[in-house]
């Protein structure tokens, strides 16, 4: 018998303990014996609930319990979910979360915490949903090639947004709006459309793809909040749509870069048609090329499957995997404003300047939109306030993929 504790009773918890109880039978089968939920830490009472009898209040009741040996901390934010874990794994128990803030802040930390007594800090659950993602970046991709770059959709709020705009042409607003009402976005949705929750899962890809965590408040971070239909409309006519992409990558000298911007995204790269809640995940190895993770990035169920696997992966014998990086130093962090790439750039017509810079354009409306030629950040941003001095209003721009 493998017993463990479930922290936090919420969505993705008692999503958790239900899958356990659902599927027993596949895993005793693969794990060899039971396992079971012995405790649920909570600040609630559930007096409704089938598990209402392994509800505790009481965090000592599993942290002095030998019998437990591994625990799903499914809390959120950083207090007391550092605090708990980190007493977890000082004494002798596996944690698995789902928890991405606490990996992103602390997972350098923990890592080495859980190195150090011999047991598995695992979160597979932290990026992507369900989506297996983690440990195939790690062990099948990570094992065998150099990973290159990583782009992903990896907010479902924000995606299902984009999505209604382009689709049904309706305002930011107005989409938000109906995302909260379908409960896909918070009451509170700032962490989501302003990128937040992208720029902690990219953070977290890229620790486990190049060995490195780059602090969340150097990855460049930008949301939807400020895109508008038209900028969707014009986007699709010139061949390409808008998503909210997160990037990481090496560069030759061995610096790591990560971003999170609203991007143009070419119909013919696989992300391009990643629609709805749905996350995907596009990873560029050296010798495998590129290699597209898709599914639900978000849900009870989805998360719960992917806390559940990191569960059933340690129980199996012990088989765990052993993650570890190092906090990125400051002269390992790669200054993306260096780079030439191609911009979407729309403004009046009347303010376009007669040399813009273009691949392709467009007209429509009395607005000009183009995709430029490669400039770099500084050229952009004179392209910019060149337009601006000619008729007052500030030209959009976005970043193509």
Same mark, same amino acid.
């Given at each position: 018998?493998?017993?463990?504790?479930?922290?936090?009773?919420?969505?993705?918890?008692?999503?958790?303990?239900?899958?356990?109880?659902?599927?027993?039978?596949?895993?005793?089968?693969?794990?060899?014996?039971?396992?079971?939920?012995?405790?649920?830490?909570?600040?609630?009472?559930?007096?409704?609930?089938?598990?209402?009898?392994?509800?505790?209040?009481?965090?000592?009741?599993?942290?002095?319990?030998?019998?437990?040996?591994?625990?799903?901390?499914?809390?959120?934010?950083?207090?007391?979910?550092?605090?708990?874990?980190?007493?977890?794994?000082?004494?002798?128990?596996?944690?698995?979360?789902?928890?991405?803030?606490?990996?992103?802040?602390?997972?350098?930390?923990?890592?080495?915490?859980?190195?150090?007594?011999?047991?598995?800090?695992?979160?597979?659950?932290?990026?992507?949903?369900?989506?297996?993602?983690?440990?195939?970046?790690?062990?099948?991709?990570?094992?065998?090639?150099?990973?290159?770059?990583?782009?992903?959709?990896?907010?479902?709020?924000?995606?299902?947004?984009?999505?209604?705009?382009?689709?049904?042409?309706?305002?930011?607003?107005?989409?938000?709006?109906?995302?909260?009402?379908?409960?896909?976005?918070?009451?509170?949705?700032?962490?989501?459309?302003?990128?937040?929750?992208?720029? +902690?899962?990219?953070?977290?890809?890229? =620790?486990? #793809?190049?060995?490195?965590? %780059? *602090?969340?408040? &150097?990855?460049? @971070? !930008?949301?939807?909040?400020?895109?508008?239909?038209?900028?969707?409309?014009?986007?699709?006519?010139?061949?390409?749509?808008?998503?909210?992409?997160?990037?990481?990558?090496?560069?030759?000298?061995?610096?790591?870069?990560?971003?999170?911007?609203?991007?143009?995204?070419?119909?013919?790269?696989?992300?391009?048609?990643?629609?709805?809640?749905?996350?995907?995940?596009?990873?560029?190895?050296?010798?495998?090329?590129?290699?597209?993770?898709?599914?639900?990035?978000?849900?009870?169920?989805?998360?719960?499957?992917?806390?559940?696997?990191?569960?059933?992966?340690?129980?199996?014998?012990?088989?765990?995997?052993?993650?570890?990086?190092?906090?990125?130093?400051?002269?390992?962090?790669?200054?993306?404003?260096?780079?030439?790439? +191609?911009?979407?750039?729309?403004?009046? =017509?009347? #303010?376009?300047?007669?040399? %813009? *810079?273009?691949? &392709?354009?467009? @007209? !429509?409306?009395?607005?000009?939109?183009?995709?430029?030629?490669?400039?770099?950040?500084?050229?952009?941003?004179?392209?910019?306030?060149?337009?601006?001095?000619?008729?007052?209003?500030?030209?959009?721009?976005?970043?193509?993929?």
């Amino acid at each position: 018998m493998i017993n463990i504790a479930v922290l936090g009773f919420g969505v993705v918890g008692s999503g958790t303990v239900k899958l356990l109880h659902d599927n027993a039978g596949s895993i005793r089968r693969r794990c060899g014996e039971d396992v079971r939920v012995k405790k649920i830490l909570d600040l609630r009472d559930f007096p409704d609930s089938p598990y209402a009898s392994l509800i505790t209040h009481d965090f000592s009741e599993i942290v002095n319990d030998p019998s437990i040996s591994v625990a799903a901390e499914m809390i959120g934010g950083i207090r007391p979910a550092f605090d708990f874990t980190l007493a977890l794994l000082r004494a002798g128990k596996s944690v698995v979360t789902s928890n991405k803030e606490l990996v992103a802040e602390h997972g350098t930390e923990l890592l080495a915490e859980a190195e150090k007594h011999g047991v598995f800090y695992c979160f597979e659950a932290s990026v992507g949903g369900g989506i297996p993602v983690i440990r195939p970046l790690k062990e099948d991709l990570g094992g065998t090639n150099a990973i290159e770059r990583i782009d992903g959709i990896l907010n479902g709020t924000t995606n299902y947004i984009l999505t209604e705009m382009k689709e049904k042409g309706i305002s930011f607003d107005t989409a938000l709006r109906q995302a909260q009402q379908n409960g896909y976005a918070e009451a509170d949705p700032r962490a989501d459309v302003e990128g937040l929750d992208a720029c +902690r899962k990219i953070a977290i890809l890229g =620790a486990v #793809a190049f060995g490195r965590m %780059l *602090p969340v408040d &150097r990855i460049p @971070t !930008e949301g939807i909040t400020a895109l508008r239909a038209a900028d969707e409309a014009m986007a699709g006519r010139l061949g390409f749509t808008v998503k909210l992409i997160a990037t990481a990558r090496r560069t030759g000298e061995g610096k790591i870069a990560a971003s999170v911007r609203p991007r143009l995204v070419p119909r013919d790269n696989p992300l391009s048609s990643v629609s709805g809640v749905f996350n995907g995940v596009l990873v560029k190895g050296n010798y495998v090329g590129d290699v597209m993770f898709y599914g639900r990035g978000a849900g009870a169920e989805p998360t719960a499957s992917a806390v559940a696997s990191d569960i059933v992966n340690i129980a199996e014998k012990g088989k765990g995997n052993r993650f570890s990086w190092t906090d990125a130093g400051e002269d390992e962090i790669f200054d993306e404003s260096t780079l030439s790439r +191609r911009y979407y750039l729309a403004c009046p =017509a009347a #303010a376009a300047p007669a040399s %813009l *810079p273009a691949e &392709r354009s467009l @007209t !429509e409306n009395g607005t000009v939109a183009a995709i430029t030629l490669p400039l770099k950040e500084n050229e952009i941003l004179a392209l910019k306030q060149e337009i601006r001095s000619r008729c007052g209003e500030e030209c959009r721009v976005l970043e193509v993929l």
